[in-house]
Structure formats: C-alpha cells, structure tokens
C-alpha cells in the first residue's frame, strides 16, 4: 500500500503528544505501512522536536531542563530509526510539479476548506507520490485529501 502521512502523524509517532497512543495504535491498525518521507517531513518533524523543547525549556525550572533534552533526544533517536529500518521511505519529489498541484488544489478548495499552505503541500505530495492512504492529525488536511479521493486515517 503507498502511504503518506503528514508531518503531525509522523511527529506523533515518535513523541509524547497527548494524542500519540491512538496514532500508534491506529499504524499498527493498518500493520504499520511504510510511509513516504520527504525532505520537507524531515525539516517539519525535526524543527517541531526542537520548537518544542524550546517551549517546555522557557516554561520550566532549570534543574528540570534535562528532561527535556532527554525528551528531545528520545523522540530524534525513534526518528533515526523509523529511517533507519525504512519505515520511512526517503523519496525525492518534483516540488516545482508539487506546488503546481498545490496551487490547483488552492484554487479548488481553499475558500471552501481554509487550507494552509503546507496542507495544500502536503495532499499534493500525496497526490504526486500516488498514494492509496493519507494519515494525519489535521483536520483540514484530512477533508481536503478526502476532497480529492484519497483514503483518509485522521486521529485526533
């Protein structure tokens, strides 16, 4: 099965988010597919792993800073080895041909759906990739993937 999660699924995977457990649960529903990684997931996950160390740092005591960096470097480590055992698929896409897509999406959908950029990003990449199952924890993200027929797991 081609599968493509969006950067929020990818990124529940591997930390501790509060609604982590059921996207778990919900990829090993689906006995756990192998999930197309762009490069624009691996900037999106990373920099959340760290925009979110950056916030619980600024919230908290000092002596409870290393917490923290433990947290940070558990979820990088679980993302090193989604890779590593090619759970997650590096692929390369076309992104003058994605960002084409996506503004054809836009214009299809954005007024009614209120899509992001990076949401129209991300089901165009699906789209381009030819994937048969889109996952996330957005909730636009999964009508506009539906919009366009494609399978949608959406947890959250």
Do not use: W
Request: one cysteine or more; aromatic letters at 4%.
């Amino acid at each position: 099965m081609r599968a493509y999660a969006d950067s929020s699924f990818i990124l529940r995977l591997v930390t501790g988010e509060a609604d982590s457990p059921q996207a778990i649960a919900e990829y090993r529903r689906l006995d756990s597919p192998k999930l197309f990684y762009l490069p624009l997931h691996a900037l999106e996950v990373r920099n959340a792993i760290l925009q979110r160390a950056f916030h619980q740092r600024r919230s908290i005591a000092s002596r409870q800073r290393q917490h923290v960096a433990r947290e940070r470097d558990a979820a990088l480590t679980r993302l090193e080895h989604l890779v590593a055992r090619r759970a997650l698929l590096d692929v390369a896409l076309d992104m003058d041909a994605a960002i084409t897509r996506a503004a054809n999406l836009s214009t299809a959908h954005t007024e009614r759906l209120g899509a992001r950029s990076i949401d129209l990003l991300h089901v165009a990449g699906a789209l381009t990739l030819e994937s048969e199952l889109f996952l996330t924890t957005d909730s636009c993200q999964a009508q506009l993937a539906k919009a366009e027929g494609l399978k949608v797991v959406s947890v959250g």
